[in-house]
């Protein structure tokens, strides 16, 4: 047994570590390499986001941070407006929580999984063009060809009908 000097320098010492110091260096937490963990990694990457008629929306880059527990999205639009998505697996409530916030001061929260054609659906509240509750619903689908298109619909009669608010392609950018 340590001397209790000694115990308690080994305590303090634990205590101010960071958790993931106590990890392997470049290794993954066991609750991140799950399959459900990893069910959005296909956005990862260096994207161009184009509209459906072709033009140039902006950039984005996705990657896997914080040991793969996270994908941040890096977004520039081409009309100036910057932007940050934080994507995270909730384990517990089995459900994919994305926090995003931008340049315009909008901060938008969403939730959701994987439906079975692929795509990665997720809703959250928001607000109308009048100011009105509303619901916000977000699809990321994979495309046969490699691409990503996003999907963003706001619904201000309770999901019944939507709207489109933005339709973008993400085309791998080379390397």
Do not use: H, K, V
């Given at each position: 047994m340590l001397p209790p000097r000694r115990l308690f320098a080994v305590a303090a010492a634990l205590l101010v570590l960071p958790a993931g110091a106590l990890c392997a260096q470049g290794t993954q937490p066991a609750g991140c390499r799950t399959p459900s963990h990893r069910a959005f990694d296909f956005w990862l990457g260096e994207w161009e986001v184009r509209t459906p008629q072709g033009a140039v929306a902006g950039t984005s880059r996705i990657t896997s941070i914080l040991d793969g527990c996270v994908i941040h999205e890096a977004w520039s639009g081409t009309g100036g407006s910057v932007g940050e998505s934080f994507n995270i697996f909730d384990a517990t409530a089995k459900r994919w929580h994305q926090t995003w916030v931008d340049n315009q001061g909008m901060l938008a929260q969403f939730d959701g999984a994987r439906a079975p054609d692929g795509a990665m659906v997720m809703e959250g509240p928001a607000r109308g063009p009048?100011?009105?509750?509303?619901?916000?619903?977000?699809?990321?689908t994979p495309l046969t060809d490699g691409r990503v298109r996003q999907?963003?619909?706001?619904?201000?009669?309770?999901?019944?009908?939507?709207?489109?608010?933005?339709?973008?392609?993400?085309?791998r950018r080379a390397p």
């Open positions: 009048a100011g009105e509750p509303a619901r916000s619903r977000m699809s990321f999907l963003w619909e706001l619904s201000i009669d309770g999901g019944t009908t939507w709207r489109t608010t933005f339709d973008g392609y993400y085309t």
